[in-house]
């Protein structure tokens, strides 16, 4: 078989972070492993008779900043609907969610591949509003269930069929994840189930042949879990044709540690959940006043701060990559920007000794033991080129340890003295040859890598004050001789 044409869409869920659940006042904890079981619960997240929903308005001017960093048209007013089904997570025996009549619908969203070397959209069908189930816990042959998370409040972003690989729904899903963090809509922590996507794949043989059987694949919890899942569907359904089995429409769990995907169900279509409108909750009417405070809102896209690093500032993807690595770095950088430095001289010292001292002691850029100020004052020097880029480096090192403050640095160290004369740092380039006899015979035997240890030697010897290109010139001249 020809290699398929695959299509796959997602359906992207987000705990939104609020302060209580989407249809009661209790609250709305994102951090349940650390909650005592069924402690943030009342009438109307158990599901017990008579308990009436009523909708957070928080909630609402969440799902609907997530809607505007989306691009998503407004449906005003929106309706709630009820999923039926049974499971015992669900004690009501139904979600509230919204089918026909969601919040966000109809638009585009724009993301980069392949290293931000190319731009691609992708619609939005709908981002609705809909309550999350009980948390199952499963011990031996006992299932508890804990009703902390029954209620929280989800937005589910479902996408339209515009992926045609596995790179780039990954691709996707890490921009929506971005939107999420940054600007406080949800904490979107895969692992800890505040962002959930499920993978819909299908596969055909070209453009013009319709869209093939699609299959959902649930249970994934990770970006790299979902390339894997989308590349071993693929290959599921090219068995299945190759061997002129039917491909089904269903419901598969992902189990990434196998590798592979598990029958779950039949997939249903909308008849088999019977929805029907919510009676219980009116029509969502959203007034003036929100709709002015969502417009006058400033959110940050992420799309757009990677084409200015990209298109107007010629950042590399490594630049790129620890910019948006943490939105707090992010911030810290275009503060930086603002007071007028050179986006490539900040974003060279972030992505290099800071993000590497970040890593090794797992802080974030907000936590370094030295300030903004110190920031800039180093930056000022680097930017006037008062030392060398030696120097510069030993004194981020020595500002990183200490805490210290450049200007206090560089006169400890003595890099404010007057720079090497020629002849002084000649001299200095004899003394290091006649010191290593047996390297200068390697060179001699054309070996000429050694030229490294001969810089670095007199780098030592002038504490740090010389250029290495002055350096090297002198000392090819000396050893040639």
């Not at 089904?85 to 619908?105: A, S």
């Not at 089904?248 to 029958?263: A, C, H, V, Y």
């Not at 004194?395 to 403050?405: T, Y």
């Not at 060179?443 to 780098?459: C, E």
């Amino acid at each position: 078989m020809t290699q398929p044409l695959i299509t796959v869409w997602l359906e992207i869920h987000l705990k939104l972070s609020t302060s209580t659940k989407i249809f009661c006042r209790c609250k709305n904890d994102q951090s349940l492993d650390n909650n005592q079981p069924n402690t943030n619960i009342c009438p109307v997240c158990t599901g017990q008779p008579w308990a009436l929903p009523q909708v957070s308005r928080e909630v609402v001017e969440k799902g609907l900043l997530l809607g505007k960093a989306l691009n998503c048209r407004v449906n005003n007013p929106s309706r709630f609907d009820r999923k039926s089904y049974f499971y015992p997570d669900l004690p009501m025996g139904y979600q509230i969610t919204q089918l026909y009549t969601p919040i966000n619908v109809d638009w585009k969203v724009s993301f980069f591949l392949d290293n931000y070397e190319q731009k691609k959209s992708v619609r939005i069908s709908d981002a609705h509003l809909e309550c999350d189930t009980a948390k199952s816990l499963h011990q031996w042959d006992t299932m508890y269930l804990d009703f902390n998370r029954a209620g929280t409040p989800l937005i589910e972003i479902v996408t339209g069929p515009d992926f045609s690989s596995s790179d780039e729904a990954v691709e996707f899903a890490k921009e929506v994840q971005r939107i999420a963090k940054w600007n406080d809509l949800s904490d979107a922590d895969m692992e800890k189930g505040q962002m959930r996507v499920d993978v819909n794949v299908s596969i055909r043989n070209q453009e013009s042949d319709p869209l093939g059987t699609r299959v959902e694949l649930k249970n994934i919890n990770s970006f790299s879990a979902i390339k894997r899942a989308i590349d071993n569907e693929v290959i599921r359904q090219q068995q299945c044709i190759e061997a002129w089995e039917e491909i089904k429409q269903e419901t598969r769990r992902w189990d990434d540690l196998k590798g592979q995907s598990f029958l779950m169900r039949s997939k249903e279509d909308a008849l088999d959940y019977r929805y029907f409108p919510e009676p219980d909750l009116p029509d969502l009417y959203i007034d003036d006043e929100l709709l002015q405070k969502v417009k006058e809102r400033e959110l940050t896209i992420p799309f757009d701060h990677i084409r200015k690093m990209k298109e107007e500032y010629g950042f590399n993807k490594e630049f790129i990559n620890t910019m948006i690595w943490d939105y707090s770095t992010l911030k810290f950088f275009n503060h930086l920007i603002e007071k007028w430095f050179d986006p490539k001289l900040v974003a060279k010292w972030i992505a290099g000794q800071i993000s590497a001292y970040m890593t090794a002691h797992f802080v974030w850029i907000t936590e370094l033991p030295i300030d903004e100020e110190q920031l800039e004052e180093f930056l000022s020097i680097a930017k006037e080129w008062k030392i060398i880029d030696n120097q510069l480096k030993l004194v981020m090192e020595e500002m990183l340890a200490s805490g210290a403050s450049a200007s206090d640095i560089i006169k400890e160290k003595w890099f404010d003295t007057p720079a090497l004369s020629n002849d002084e740092l000649r001299d200095h380039c004899k003394a290091v040859i006649a010191e290593n006899p047996a390297i200068v015979d390697q060179y001699k035997w054309w070996k000429t890598s050694v030229i490294g240890f001969f810089v670095g030697q007199v780098m030592k010897r002038t504490q740090w004050k010389a250029n290495p290109k002055e350096i090297t010139e002198i000392l090819n001249k000396e050893l040639n001789q």
